[in-house]
C-alpha cells in the first residue's frame, strides 16, 4: 500500500509562488508515474501535471503550462509542484496521485491518493 501526504498550501495573494510537495511511503515509488490534480467547489477534480517515473518527462493541462513544474525526487519519494504567477481561479485543493493505469488526465486512472492541500489565492 501506498501512502501520500501532500504540504505546502495556504493563503497567497495573487502574483505569488507556492510549491507543494508530496512525500510518499510504501513500496517502489521510483517505479510509477506521479501526478497533481486540483478541485475547486463545484467543479470536477481536474488534471494539473504529471510526471513519469524517471522524472524525464512531463505533462501538463494545455491551460496550465508555463506557470506550474512538477519535479520528483526518487530519493527522498517526493514529488512537488511549483506554482507561479498565482491568480485567483487557482483556489482549489491540490491532491498528489500515483501510479496511473491508462490516461494520465482521469482521475480515475489513478490509485493512489493524498489527502489535499488546499491553496487560496486573494487579491
Known amino acids: 500500500q501506498v501512502h501520500l501526504v501532500e504540504s505546502g498550501g495556504g493563503l497567497v495573494q495573487a502574483g505569488g509562488s507556492l510549491r507543494l510537495s508530496c512525500a510518499a511511503s510504501?513500496?517502489?515509488?521510483?517505479?510509477?508515474?506521479m501526478g497533481w490534480f486540483r478541485q475547486a467547489p463545484g467543479k470536477e477534480r481536474q488534471f494539473v501535471a504529471a510526471?513519469?517515473?524517471?522524472?524525464?518527462?512531463?505533462f501538463y493541462a494545455d491551460s496550465l503550462k508555463g506557470r506550474f513544474t512538477i519535479s520528483r525526487d526518487n530519493a527522498k519519494n517526493t514529488v512537488s509542484l511549483q506554482i507561479n504567477n498565482l491568480n485567483l481561479e487557482d483556489t482549489a485543493v491540490y491532491y498528489c496521485?500515483?501510479?496511473?493505469?491508462?490516461?494520465?488526465?482521469?482521475?480515475?486512472?489513478?490509485?493512489?491518493w493524498g489527502q489535499g492541500t488546499q491553496v487560496t489565492v486573494f487579491s
Open positions: 510504501g513500496h517502489a515509488f521510483s517505479t510509477y508515474p
Open positions: 496521485a500515483g501510479d496511473p493505469d491508462g490516461d494520465y488526465t482521469r482521475s480515475t486512472d489513478w490509485a493512489y
Open positions: 510526471i513519469t517515473s524517471s522524472g524525464v518527462d512531463t
